[in-house]
Every structure is written in C-alpha cells, then in structure tokens.
C-alpha cells in the first residue's frame, strides 16, 4: 500500500514495479482518483521526470494496471491498521478490509521553492 498525492507517491510506486516482477499496488490518495486523471502533464514541462511521471500516473489510473501490476486505486481514506496473524496488515480503507505487506507513506513534502 502506497500513500500520497504527489510526485513522490508515483515515484515510489515507478520503483516498486522495476524492482519485483509482479503484484499489487493499493494506492490510497486523499482525492480517491475517481476522476480517472490526476496528474495534468504541463507543456514543454523543464522537467522531463515529471512529465514522464505524470504519463504513468495517467495510464494507471486510467487502464488500473502497468505491467504485471494491478492498480486499486479508489481509496481516500485509512480507518484503522491492525496485524493479521499471518504477518500481513490489515487496513480498512473506507468500508473495506485489505490485506497487505507493507505501507509506505510519500506525503507531506513539498520543497521549499524560495531558497
């Protein structure tokens, strides 16, 4: 499970997918991407990550996969973290409970433009 809104959270998630060969990805995003496109790609973006990201972000969301990997993606909200006996978590995201591995928060950083 990912947590985040930004660059950061697609970021994580680009580096999920290149280091294992398949899975799934459970995104929680204080929006809920239910709008099917986060990420508005800028024109002549100066940073080509960024845009590179945001085209990503934009296919997963849209096809909820890439690659090997599934996208569940409609979560904007934890509500409780419990540990199942089995190692795994247990997270109820809205009125669901899922199982997961790990959670890896990519929140609250936004750089300080002015410096």
Same mark, same amino acid.
């Given at each position: &499970? $990912? $947590?985040? *809104?930004?660059?950061? $959270?697609?970021?994580? &998630? #680009?580096?999920? /997918?290149? =280091? =294992?060969?398949?899975?799934? /990805?459970?995104?929680? *995003?204080?929006?809920?991407?239910? +709008?099917?496109?986060? %990420? #508005?790609?800028? !024109? ?6 960024? +845009? ?5 972000? *934009?296919?997963?969301?849209? !096809?909820?996969? !890439?690659? #090997?990997? !599934?996208?569940?993606? *409609? %979560? ?20 669901? $409970?899922?199982?997961?591995? +790990? ?5 609250? %950083? ?6």
């Amino acid at each position: &499970m $990912v $947590v985040g *809104n930004g660059a950061s $959270v697609v970021t994580v &998630m #680009e580096r999920i /997918i290149g =280091c =294992c060969g398949r899975g799934r /990805i459970v995104w929680v *995003n204080r929006r809920g991407l239910k +709008d099917r496109r986060l %990420y #508005e790609r800028i !024109e002549n973006d100066p940073l080509p990550q960024r +845009d590179r990201l945001s085209v990503m972000a *934009n296919r997963m969301i849209g !096809e909820g996969k !890439e690659g #090997e990997w !599934e996208l569940l993606h *409609n %979560y904007s909200d934890v509500k409780e973290i419990s540990e199942g006996s089995d190692g795994k978590l247990k997270v109820t995201v809205g009125s669901e $409970v899922l199982e997961v591995d +790990d959670i890896v928060a990519a929140t609250g %950083y936004r750089p300080d433009a002015e410096v």
